[in-house]
Nanobody, 122 residues
Framework: QVQLVESGGGLVQAGGSLRLSCGFSGRSFNLYSVGWFRQAPGKERDFVAAISWSGGNPDYGDSVKGRFTISRDNAKNTVYLQMNSLKPEDTAVYYC???????????????WGQGTQVTVSS
């Protein structure tokens, strides 16, 4: 059974940075595409970023391109999200997600983490 555990959320001022981490427990992390989604109060869950099993082809939501960077360390079974130039509209619960041998999308998630809160103050 796969478990995803996020960490690194918190409160930051606008313009600041945070790095989220997601630890993967289970088998064959290197066969999973992994990524991040976020959900603000009263809004739908949105795609933030994803990265393929090999670490190539990172993909980003339009609102975070140029500010966020996703990466993974297959030796540590961990995926990261470096968030720079944070804005108040980035405030949300951020969820780690994984898809076995396939492209990660909101409708194609095999496993979710429990979420970590990111709050950006103006």
């Amino acid at each position: 059974q796969v478990q995803l555990v996020e960490s690194g959320g918190g409160l930051v001022q606008a313009g600041g940075s945070l790095r989220l981490s997601c630890g993967f427990s289970g088998r064959s992390f290197n066969l999973y595409s992994v990524g991040w989604f976020r959900q603000a109060p009263g809004k739908e869950r949105d795609f933030v970023a994803a990265i393929s099993w090999s670490g190539g082809n990172p993909d980003y939501g339009d609102s975070v391109k140029g500010r966020f960077t996703i990466s993974r360390d297959n030796a540590k079974n961990t995926v990261y999200l470096q968030m720079n130039s944070l804005k108040p509209e980035d405030t949300a619960v951020y969820y780690c997600a994984a898809k076995y041998v396939g492209y990660l999308a909101l409708s194609k998630v095999d496993y979710w983490g429990q979420g970590t809160q990111v709050t950006v103050s103006s």
